[in-house]
């Protein structure tokens, strides 16, 4: 008898921790239906990105790799290699491209990548020391 009640309370228990997670798997599923990732081509074309707000813009060319963004209110600009530190440059970068989702990250080869938010975006080496950060206030690069 006690058997019974233990197996009964197992299977309850089983029960409904499946019927509270079968909901946010679905829902996950769904979520992850709707996010785009950008960039996500191959590694042989140029990726044009920018911020949810529009106002940075951003080129990752292959050869040579690297990753060149510019804030368009200011044309200030900073380009970064896979070896080195982000160097100033002028840039004028007519086309937008594809408008990353708040808070995503794009990797490229050669352990580059870009994270942005809504106005802001840094880029860096994942292994090394260089990077630059272009927002609306306190852009730098090292």
Not at 15 to 31: G, H, Q, R
Not at 32 to 46: E, K, L
Not at 103 to 114: A, E, H, I, T
Request: one cysteine or more.
């Amino acid at each position: 008898m006690l058997r019974l009640v233990v197996a009964g309370a197992v299977i309850t228990v089983c029960l409904s921790s499946a019927l509270i997670v079968m909901p946010a798997s679905a829902v996950s599923t769904k979520a992850r239906a709707a996010t785009h990732f950008a960039c996500n081509g191959p590694a042989t074309v140029p990726c044009h990105f920018a911020t949810p707000s529009g106002n940075i813009r951003c080129l990752w060319t292959p050869k040579p790799n690297n990753v060149a963004c510019e804030r368009v209110a200011v044309r200030r600009g900073y380009r970064l290699r896979p070896s080195g530190h982000a160097h100033a440059i002028h840039l004028n970068l007519k086309r937008r491209g594809e408008t990353l989702p708040t808070n995503q990250q794009v990797v490229f080869p050669d352990s580059l990548s870009c994270h942005d938010t809504r106005t802001t975006m840094t880029c860096n080496q994942d292994f090394g020391f260089g990077e630059f950060k272009l927002a609306p206030k306190g852009s730098h690069g090292s």
